[in-house]
């Protein structure tokens, strides 16, 4: 029977090339820097928090406290374990600022459809609709916060949206089978359930209505949701298809240095 030749052994205690710490080094320096200069640029463009919400009479409807508190709230029972606001946390759930937006969405269609024919946005026909639509997404996208006043001004439906609210999510808190597995009566202070609505609404205001100076809203359009104007725009398409790209690159380059130059090793 033939003998196998031996394979030669490859000795893999050799010294480790410098440029293993260069690269590290480097690595750890852009990739820090990159997140510093992300966090800088979350604070200083996130979504103002008026210090007071009226209605169209002026009157109060909640305040910045109302909304902290909400997210103490979202904060003090883990809702993020259940479900989300902006797509961050859990999906056992809903994601909270998602249903509020698409609810008001409704309310703002239904109040332009009853204003324009007399009748509510369901009895239109689909022309009437499609019409309807755009008008209501429209009246969404402006931004009524004042910066010098720090208050903001909400619509009618955008009052009505936020009182449902409360509604909605007291019957959500209180059965098991309808909340994605939380326990029965999670939240059942009405102080609680307020200052939660609010901050759910505001979340909702945050993600349609158009940052100052852009088309698109604090959060990029998000959630998703065509029937109140919130598609993804342009540059968010852009960078997201170039952020897979330079991964793609990245890794093919790496692959490539070290099984092409052995004294990296």
């Not at 003998?3 to 010294?15: C, E, F, K, L, M």
């Not at 463009?45 to 909304?67: C, K, L, Y």
């Not at 479900?83 to 998602?98: E, N």
């Not at 109140?228 to 890794?251: C, F, R, Y």
């Amino acid at each position: 029977m033939p003998s196998i030749a031996a394979q030669p052994v490859h000795d893999d205690n050799g010294p480790l090339s410098a440029w293993w710490l260069r690269t590290v080094i480097a690595v750890m320096v852009l990739g820090f820097s990159g997140l510093i200069a992300i966090t800088f640029m979350a604070y200083r463009n996130a979504p103002p928090i008026p210090e007071r919400v009226v209605d169209e009479q002026a009157s109060t409807v909640f305040t910045r406290e109302d909304i902290l508190e909400g997210q103490t709230v979202f904060l003090k029972y883990g809702l993020m374990a259940n479900g989300s606001i902006w797509g961050h946390g859990a999906y056992l759930g809903p994601d909270y600022s998602a249903q509020a937006l698409h609810r008001l969405g409704e309310l703002t269609a239904d109040d332009v459809a009853r204003k324009r024919f007399g009748m509510p946005f369901a009895a239109l026909t689909k022309p009437q609709q499609a019409g309807i639509a755009g008008e209501a997404a429209a009246l969404l996208k402006v931004n009524r916060h004042d910066d010098a006043t720090q208050t903001l001004r909400f619509s009618a439906p955008e009052v009505v949206a936020y009182r449902e609210q409360i509604i909605h999510w007291t019957d959500y808190f209180r059965d098991p089978s309808r909340n994605g597995g939380l326990k029965a009566d999670l939240i059942t202070d009405p102080a609680e359930l307020r200052h939660f609505a609010a901050f759910v609404s505001w979340t909702a205001w945050a993600s349609v209505a158009s940052r100052p100076g852009e088309s698109y809203s604090y959060t990029n359009n998000f959630p998703y949701d065509p029937s109140v104007g919130n598609v993804p725009p342009s540059g968010a398409l852009l960078w997201s298809a170039l952020s897979l790209m330079v991964l793609l690159a990245g890794i093919a380059t790496v692959l490539l240095a070290f099984g092409k130059f052995d004294y990296l090793g």
